[in-house]
């Protein structure tokens, strides 16, 4: 783990238990002899605000490597994978699926990708005809299948 | 004798037409799945589950165990022809392997990995036949005191086995178990951490945590990461492994494989573990240690015995226990709940039909699998040259329907991009994601045995150092953390996992 991931691992740790606290505030805590819903839940709040607070010192205390690579999230391919998640749970009730398969398939055009577009076609369209054969005829899913 | 009653018994079962098919089809499935590079055998079960949801439970559970032995192969398949580790257990393979690969001994190599898996497989086949048993009839002297404390060794041994920093990965647990409270508390009937949100009243589902965590945001990660691929090149024309290759290959297979069948039953251990260990004990134990990395068979041959052993070893504690040793057979317990059974130690004697025909069926899987891979190794290279553009949808559908299939409703799509956008942000952190998984299916149930043990001692915690079963494992659980907590002991640990990079 390079310093700078220690830190934002740290403060993560310490924003969900704090989270999982505000979240539980209402929760019965209870005994130990006599828990309510709260206590399990408390312990581990206040065990990931621990594990955090562990972190930022480690990261406090630790140098930095000459090499350390600087964090950096890949946007395009993040976007584009929950778009696409997004679109599917979107469109097949109002689509169905091999239209819905279809429109996923081609959204990969946008990947950054090398790709060519008649074979990228081809694939929507076998894609689409495939995963409604094998879903909802063969596996007999509950899928819905035209649309509206 | 009983064990030999027994596995006539699953013989019987797995022998019928119906459920020899089923094995082929989990093989062939698994493997399929599994050599498309960046998915594991997590992933992989995850997405093939809806196959098997139609199937009766004594079909289905041998479907998935068969796709589970066809992840496994196939990871290591991809691992050897394009330098790609499926997921971290064939990292190990791909050290040699890729490099007989590059001599032009790929065929070689693939076959090794196969025959040594077999080997071992039948070997790990007969453990669990004895094993888990013995093990079952240990566990009703358990009380919750002893359920506790082993679950909690079982938590933190897998964050010790595992590569990356103790300390977060402790936390990944602690976030996993969270995750694992929110619905409705089996105890009371009360509902908590639900935000109003009707969907999750009976809780998060597993398989969408692990769909997100491991399939979506390992997509993610893969098309960031462009640089890594490579195309399998040549043909693959000598599959059989010479005289001399059997010579060295053997000795190591059965080390392996042992290894494997020991690491494996340990909670956290599994197949991970069991080809790390196989590896740095090969290296120690040759000759020429100098050749390792550059195209040793023994290199592949005792990994691969290994992790298949460990992979099915690890099937022990979990139908044995109900306690999943591992994040895939956390899922493998999920996919059993799914169809009613509930894996623990009235799981062998209530449905003996049930359990001794998977135990068989692992055995005709390992065979099938030798059958299947070493003609077909052709579709495989063929399968690993699609462009990544084609295939990644392709994967996504596979997971969003097999998520939507669960319940049947959109929802859990849309919370399966959440997680898969949270795993990526895990893993840009430095914070391994299986660690949570484990803790997610394992949080409930140790909040319960922990809720009746402080019932019976009546709020006094020296309960789990009075009794003597339970006082040994928080020993244990105990001793493995000082260890880590030693430094010499942290830089060996450092050192073991280095050879993945």
Redesign the interface.
């Known amino acids: 783990?390079?310093t700078q991931?220690?830190y934002?691992?740290g403060l993560?740790?310490i924003a969900?238990g704090a989270l999982?606290v505000w979240?539980?505030r209402d929760?019965t805590i209870g005994?130990?002899?006599?828990?309510g819903?709260?206590?399990?839940?408390r312990a581990?709040?206040i065990?990931?605000v621990a594990?955090?607070c562990?972190?930022l010192v480690?990261a406090f205390f630790s140098s930095p490597a000459d090499d350390e690579v600087r964090?950096?999230?890949?946007w395009?391919?993040?976007l584009?994978?929950?778009i696409?998640?997004?679109g599917?749970?979107?469109l097949?009730?109002r689509l169905g699926?091999p239209l819905t398969?279809a429109l996923?398939?081609g959204?990969?055009?946008f990947?950054?990708?090398?790709?060519h577009w008649p074979?990228?076609g081809a694939?929507?369209a076998g894609?689409a005809v495939l995963?409604t054969l094998l879903?909802s005829t063969a596996?007999?899913?509950?899928?819905p299948v035209w649309p509206f | 004798m009983d064990l030999f009653s027994n596995l006539a018994l699953g013989f019987s079962v797995a022998l019928t037409l119906k459920n020899l098919f089923y094995c082929f089809a989990g093989a062939l499935f698994g493997t399929l799945i599994g050599v498309l590079p960046g998915i594991g055998p997590l992933a992989t079960i995850a997405m093939l589950l809806p196959i098997t949801f139609h199937l009766e439970p004594t079909g289905a559970l041998i479907m998935l165990a068969g796709i589970f032995y066809g992840a496994q192969y196939g990871g290591s398949t991809t691992a050897i022809l394009v330098n790609l580790p499926g997921e971290s257990s064939s990292v190990v393979t791909a050290l040699d392997g890729y490099q007989m690969a590059r001599q032009g001994r790929a065929g070689v190599a693939l076959a090794t990995a196969a025959l040594a898996s077999f080997f071992a497989g039948c070997v790990a086949t007969i453990v669990i036949a004895i094993a888990a048993p013995a093990l079952s009839r240990m566990a009703l002297l358990f009380g919750p005191p002893e359920f506790t404390a082993l679950m909690v060794m079982g938590l933190i041994a897998a964050v010790v086995l595992a590569s990356g920093s103790i300390v977060a990965s402790i936390g990944m647990v602690m976030v996993g178990m969270l995750l694992g409270l929110i619905g409705t508390d089996v105890t009371t009937g009360e509902q908590r951490f639900v935000f109003g949100i009707r969907q999750i009243y009976d809780g998060i589902d597993f398989v969408v945590v692990a769909m997100g965590l491991f399939g979506v945001a390992e997509i993610i990660a893969n098309l960031a990461d462009r640089h890594t691929r490579e195309l399998p090149s040549g043909k693959i024309t000598r599959l059989m492994p010479t005289k001399e290759d059997v010579i060295q290959a053997a000795p190591a297979t059965v080390r392996g494989t042992l290894l494997g069948s020991i690491l494996g039953v340990l909670p956290g251990g599994g197949a991970l573990v069991s080809s790390f260990a196989s590896y740095s004990l090969e290296k120690r134990l040759a000759k020429d240690p100098s050749r390792f990395g550059k195209g040793a068979i023994e290199g592949v041959a005792g990994p691969e015995a290994a992790n298949n052993a460990g992979a099915q070893a690890s099937f022990i504690p979990m139908l044995a226990l109900g306690i999943p040793p591992n994040a895939v057979m956390a899922l493998m317990i999920a996919a059993m709940t799914i169809h009613g059974i509930t894996p623990g130690p009235k799981f062998l004697t209530d449905q003996p039909t049930l359990f001794w025909g998977m135990v068989v069926s692992m055995w005709i899987g390992n065979m099938i699998l030798v059958i299947l891979n070493l003609p077909l190794v052709g579709i495989w290279v063929k399968l690993l040259k699609i462009p990544y553009a084609y295939l990644f949808p392709a994967i996504l559908v596979f997971c969003c329907v097999g998520v939507y299939s669960i319940n049947y409703r959109v929802f859990d799509v849309f919370l399966m991009a959440g997680f898969g956008v949270f795993g990526y942000f895990l893993r840009r952190i430095g914070c391994e994601p299986a660690p949570m998984v484990l803790g997610f299916i394992l949080g409930p149930m140790v909040e319960e045995q922990f809720r009746r043990t402080l019932l019976l001692s009546d709020g006094d915690f020296s309960i789990f150092l009075t009794r003597p079963l339970s006082a040994a494992l928080i020993g244990v659980t105990v001793a493995l953390l000082l260890m880590m907590a030693l430094p010499s002991l942290r830089k060996g640990r450092e050192e073991a996992f280095r050879e993945q990079d």
């Open positions: 783990m390079g991931q220690q934002l691992s993560f740790f969900f999982a979240a539980g929760l005994t130990a002899a006599d828990m819903i709260g206590y399990t839940p581990l709040a065990g990931c594990v955090g562990l972190l480690q964090l950096s999230i890949a395009r391919p993040l584009l994978v929950t696409m998640v997004i599917f749970a979107f097949l009730p699926l398969v996923m398939t959204a990969a055009a990947s950054g990708e090398k790709f074979a990228l694939i929507a894609m995963s879903f596996l007999n899913l509950q899928i």
